[in-house]
């Protein structure tokens, strides 16, 4: 039933003055402080807000964003456009536990108009922040009394006799249920606790932000209230400097500019390097002393009065047109508005906008933006994945017969390629090393085991090592097709900003991740090999040579990578080392795989000890990699966290042990390590 009215609902839409904005793809837009085409802004605009990057396959978010910015959210309010994924905020607020989306009328109800279930919302979401503000550092004297400003002006909670109540309230949404007074918790100790659910605390807040920014998607009346003033003045008599005085008091313009919409920023501000408006101002009226009238706004752009002057036109027209529905029209001024605000750009695309401590920031170039585009239109991932997938099947059958190890050698040749041109790709939109968070790092991974897989089949010429590290990068890829991490072109931030330590330390590191999956895949491949074997064949000897030197090359990168890390943290946190979980668990892997080869060079253990070793390294390194950041989520490398997937890496964890347990109490009974 959901399925029905949403799809009825996106037809309504459709139907309503919708037009295909594919002209408008292109344009240089800003969103989340960074310079984008709009279609990767619009992707990434519906992501946040809809936890995909499509409603539908008829409607792209692009298409979206324009029928929402010409013509109000009212026919969308009963569609559900908002993602939820947290169980608590869902159980406070009523909803389906089993559904993740949800309309604005459904939150409206339950956060704006239903007292019961504001109060459940709200409630922890105070407490934490509360205790969080509480115990902050800059709060020396420990004051009692802590105004929760980024939540809402004029909010006031204090601690009072051990307990936690409101004392002051602003009148506005969504507070206005609050009262002075009203207890949030009858003890700090136990309010305490409430700093371990700061994922709700951002998720709810989150949620807030977007129902707010949604709110102000209304064809908005822009100059109505500015020319009552005006109006109100005049009638007062006031001479004309008085009224430009009286206005720009009331009504600043850059104010005015800056909210004139929340979407669709196309135009550069002069004044202001970096900072872009929306589009919805070049409706803006301003007032002219010289007439004692009203007067379009003039060019706040660094383009010119021409230029500026035929954006404006052809904006105009084209709300002119989809306010008519006349779709011939559409296509032609929409057409026209691209060409205007890509002819805009032209003239300051690859300039510097910003320049601070040493650094000079520039706008992307205009073949920056139509790489970023393409990389939006044409996701690699899947194919790549696909391509890997065909490869391992041909390897496979390979190991019987040769013609079909060249199939698949070629083959995964071209996904490797392709693999290449992603993070290349990712690397010149960016101007950075593409290893700053999680996808990132997830696409980097399996193509460090995949390069050193084919340096070890060209020195080795044996494909079984190019199998191996196929499997690693589909597992890899896949996981991250399944768990749609975010993978948008974001800034790096600020911690990371350094080309050169991204590159001298980051990169050593997370490649060293890719080696040593690829040594602990070769050790369960031989062990499980062993196990039927029961002897140190051809393959089961290369296999050997293989993890062993694996390990000596991640050891190569991980170690000096580290040291230089400390470099990196002395350079930005002023100390070399502080014991964070990340340098710790970094350290716990360095001692792992160099006790490992040094038992193994001096005969402490044989190629089986070797192989058991890589496993129980690479376990350390998954928690290294994945588990400082997703399940400790501590530490100073906060730049790297995210939730999820627990069950699922500890299923992964006790699998592991399981195998490397049963293989060697089988290998044992079996006096195969007694033959070998």
């Known amino acids: 039933m959901r399925l029905l009215i949403f799809v009825c609902l996106l037809l309504c839409n459709t139907l309503q003055g919708h037009f295909d904005a594919s002209n408008l793809s292109g344009v240089p837009s800003a969103y989340k402080g960074r310079f984008r085409p709009l279609e990767a802004s619009s992707r990434l605009w519906l992501y946040d807000l809809y936890h995909a990057e499509s409603v539908n396959s008829n409607m792209s978010a692009n298409d979206l964003l324009w029928d929402i910015h010409f013509n109000g959210h009212a026919s969308w309010d009963n569609t559900p456009l908002f993602w939820i994924g947290n169980k608590e905020i869902k159980a406070n607020l009523g909803l389906d536990p089993k559904e993740s989306h949800f309309s604005f009328s459904q939150l409206h109800e339950a956060i704006y108009l239903n007292e019961e279930s504001n109060l459940r919302f709200l409630q922890p979401l105070l407490l934490h922040t509360f205790v969080t503000s509480y115990y902050d550092s800059a709060n020396r004297s420990k004051s009692d009394k802590r105004e929760l400003s980024h939540l809402a002006s004029g909010l006031w909670v204090m601690r009072k006799n051990d307990q936690i109540e409101i004392l002051s309230v602003p009148e506005n949404e969504p507070w206005h249920f609050l009262k002075p007074g009203d207890t949030l918790s009858k003890d700090l100790q136990t309010a305490t606790k409430t700093r371990l659910h700061k994922k709700y605390s951002d998720d709810s807040l989150q949620l807030l932000q977007q129902l707010i920014q949604y709110m102000q998607w209304a064809p908005s009346q822009l100059n109505d209230t500015f020319s009552l003033a005006l109006k109100n003045l005049q009638q007062q008599g006031l001479a004309p400097q008085a009224i430009t005085m009286q206005l720009e008091s009331q009504f600043p313009l850059a104010q005015r500019r800056a909210q004139s919409d929340s979407l669709l920023k196309l135009l550069p501000s002069k004044r202001s390097g970096g900072d872009w408006l929306p589009l919805k101002a070049l409706k803006l009226k301003t007032y002219d002393p010289s007439n004692n009238a009203l007067h379009p706004i003039s060019n706040f752009t660094p383009y010119s009065d021409e230029q500026f002057n035929k954006i404006r036109t052809t904006y105009l027209a084209l709300e002119a047109a989809v306010a008519d529905q006349e779709n011939t029209l559409i296509a032609h001024h929409s057409q026209n508005l691209a060409t205007a605000l890509n002819v805009g750009y032209q003239g300051i695309a690859g300039t510097v906008f910003k320049s601070t401590s040493g650094k000079s920031i520039h706008y992307p170039s205009t073949l920056q933006l139509q790489m970023e585009k393409r990389y939006y239109q044409f996701p690699l991932t899947p194919l ?293």
């Open 384 to 676: 790549i994945l696909f391509l890997y997938i065909c490869a391992s099947i041909m390897l496979c059958m390979g190991l019987q017969r040769i013609n079909w190890t060249t199939w698949g050698v070629r083959t995964l040749g071209v996904g490797f390629f392709l693999h290449t041109l992603l993070i290349a790709m990712r690397c010149y939109i960016l101007a950075r090393p593409p290893v700053s968070n999680m996808f990132e790092t997830v696409i980097y991974v399996p193509w460090i085991s995949l390069a050193l897989a084919f340096l070890f089949f060209a020195f080795f010429r044996n494909s079984l090592i190019l199998l191996i590290a196929t499997v690693a990068s589909i597992i890899l890829l896949a996981v991250l097709q399944v768990t749609h991490l975010n993978g948008h072109l974001d800034n790096v931030q600020a911690v990371l900003d350094s080309q050169y330590w991204l590159i001298v330390h980051v990169l050593l590191v997370v490649g060293s991740y890719g080696v040593f999956i690829l040594a602990g895949l070769m050790a369960h491949v031989f062990l499980i090999m062993l196990a039927y074997q029961r002897k140190l064949s051809e393959n089961l000897h290369f296999l050997a040579q293989c993890i062993l030197q694996a390990m000596y090359i991640g050891i190569a990168m991980l170690v000096p990578g580290t040291i230089l890390g400390g470099v990196w943290a002395a350079e930005s946190w002023g100390r070399f080392w502080d014991w964070d979980p990340k340098e710790s668990w970094a350290f716990i892997s360095i001692c792992t795989y160099l006790v490992i080869v040094h038992a193994h060079r001096f005969h402490r253990i044989g190629n089986i000890g070797l192989a058991i070793g890589a496993i129980v390294g690479l376990l350390a390194i998954s928690f290294t990699w994945y588990g400082v950041n997703y399940i400790l989520g501590t530490g100073l490398h906060s730049y790297g966290f995210g939730s999820g997937g627990e069950f699922f890496y500890y299923l992964f964890l006790l699998t592991d042990i399981f195998f490397v347990i049963s293989i060697k109490t089988w290998i044992t009974l079996r006096g195969i390590e007694k033959s070998i």
